[in-house]
């Protein structure tokens, strides 16, 4: 190892002078004039951006219905009450997801179990949901971990086994495709968020995809308080003033000047995705090089629309642990990431009782990972800082 390098890292100037995020939102004058004129139409809320935009989002994954919601978190949230999931229920999810997934359960009630994920997918491990399905099973929530989808072949076929509803967790996938088939169109439902550092962004945001009448009723109705108008459904009338309030629900609608971004945004969306995949292929190119370093796995008929880039490091390769590395990415001034902290290690999950070991695949998983920066709005030039701070860095530690 050459000392340059060495100064390079401990005090020599890094990669790059500016820090480079590992996720941010492309916003254009396009976006800016679509807000500006819902802000100056009649409707901030509850208006005909909102349907539009629905509108858009069903064709776009071909899905009968959308409903939109203030965030990805409240989607799950409705989405996991009108499943039916509540207390004296489990649903089957992956530790390797951010809490919202699992949250949604325990916020009806219900009992998250645990699956184990597939080593070379990450994603959740069909085997291991067959494994904890017992009589309280209700459902189960995969989740398409950085953009590639589930093994739906088999997870549909083991809830059409037991009677289970799948919601899907595709806050990573949106524009993914499964065996040619759109995300948002496979599963009994299924949801998106729109944050920044996702495909689209609403600033925050989120929505529900299905197909079923019953479930899209439920949503809407679940999002406003629980109330209905819908004459068929109410129990009594006293006139055209009369609402009822059925069940405990909540505020959690989107506002038209969202949806109004969310209308813009889509339209790019494409070409979003291209230029993800674009950077995925440089950032492959190049590290297939390093034998200290794992590339992430894409299978036939996955169409990942690369939400995150996760490297797998090579620990027996390496002289240092992941935490070394990462700290050195950080002086380089690349903005990385861990994704994620397996849930159940989490101190609330952990004050609920469970334990460490339960998921041995997502557990040693979590201590090699390392999140690389990938989003539209990067340059060509951003992607070559990166490998080239990651070349340094990898080499300088290589056994
Ligand atoms: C972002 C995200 C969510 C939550 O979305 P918000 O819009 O931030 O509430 C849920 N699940 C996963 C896997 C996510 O990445």
Redesign the pocket.
């Known amino acids: 190892m050459s000392d340059s390098i060495k100064l390079a890292i401990h005090g020599g100037d890094p990669v790059r002078k500016t820090y480079l995020p590992y996720g941010k939102q492309w916003i254009d004058d396009e976006d800016i004039h679509s807000v500006i004129q819902t802000l100056q139409s009649d409707y901030l809320t509850t208006g005909p951006t909102i349907d539009q935009f629905e509108k858009r989002l069903a064709d776009y994954v071909g899905a009968k219905y959308a409903v939109s919601f203030a965030?990805?978190?409240?989607?799950?949230h409705a989405a996991s009450f009108v499943a039916g999931i509540e207390k004296g229920y489990e649903v089957i999810t992956t530790p390797m997801?951010?809490a919202?997934?699992a949250n949604s359960i325990l916020y009806n009630g219900g009992k998250p179990v645990f699956a184990d994920i597939d080593p070379k997918t990450y994603n959740i491990s069909p085997e291991s949901v067959q494994s904890l399905i017992n009589e309280k099973t209700k459902a189960i929530i995969p989740?398409d971990f950085t953009g590639q989808p589930c093994d739906y072949d088999q997870i549909i076929r083991c809830a059409e086994e037991y009677g289970l509803t799948i919601i899907e967790?595709a806050?990573?996938a949106f524009g993914a495709k499964y065996q040619e088939k759109r995300v948002g169109s496979i599963s009994d439902m299924t949801?998106f968020?729109?944050?920044p550092?996702?495909h689209m962004t609403t600033g925050?945001?989120?929505v529900v995809t299905t197909n079923e009448q019953e479930f899209y009723k439920q949503l809407i109705q679940f999002r406003t308080h629980g109330i209905t108008r819908e004459s068929s459904k109410l129990l009594e009338n006293h006139g055209p003033w009369y609402y009822e309030m059925q069940f405990l629900g909540y505020n959690y609608r989107m506002t038209d000047i969202q949806a109004a971004l969310g209308l813009s945004q889509i339209n790019k969306i494409d070409y979003f995705i291209e230029r993800r995949k674009k950077y995925v292929n440089m950032y492959n190119e190049a590290f297939q090089l390093l034998r200290e370093v794992e590339t992430p796995s894409q299978l036939p008929g996955y169409d990942s629309s690369w939400?995150l880039y996760v490297i797998r490091l090579n620990l027996n390769q390496l002289t240092v642990d992941r935490k070394v590395i990462f700290e050195a990415l950080q002086k380089e001034n690349i903005g990385v990431n861990v994704h994620y902290i397996p849930v159940h290690y989490q101190p609330f999950y952990r004050g609920l009782g469970y334990e460490k070991g339960i998921c041995p695949n997502a557990e040693q998983l979590y201590e090699k990972i390392i999140t690389l920066p990938l989003f539209p709005a990067m340059s060509e030039q951003d992607v070559l800082d990166v490998i080239k701070a990651v070349q340094k860095v990898i080499k300088y530690y290589a056994k």
């Open positions: 965030n990805g978190t409240a989607a799950l997801t951010f919202a997934s989740v967790d806050a990573h949801i968020s729109f944050h550092v996702k925050e945001g989120g939400h």
